[in-house]
């Protein structure tokens, strides 16, 4: 299987959006997306990519397995 590779934050939205996410939202410090009851807080806008470590933790918490994010 191939290695997840560090994304964008406009790669990482439209990704999650294709898994039914919608957003995103601001309320506080940090901007979140939602999907039906769960909510899936999102790093901020910089300049660099989203690390593969921060990448694999949201994954995880968004229920996505790495085969459906490589395989979209």
């Known amino acids: 299987m191939p290695r997840l590779a560090p994304v964008t934050r406009r790669e990482l939205l439209s990704k999650l959006r294709k898994f039914g996410f919608v957003g995103p939202y601001q309320e506080g410090k940090h901007p979140y997306m939602l999907k039906k009851s769960l909510s899936l807080t999102i790093p901020n ?3 660099g990519q989203i690390s593969v470590d921060l990448l694999i933790r949201l994954l995880r ?5 790495r085969k459906d994010w490589l395989n979209l």
Request: hydrophobic share 25%; aromatic share 0%.
């Open 61 to 65: 918490q968004a229920g996505i397995s």
């Open 45 to 47: 806008e910089h300049d």
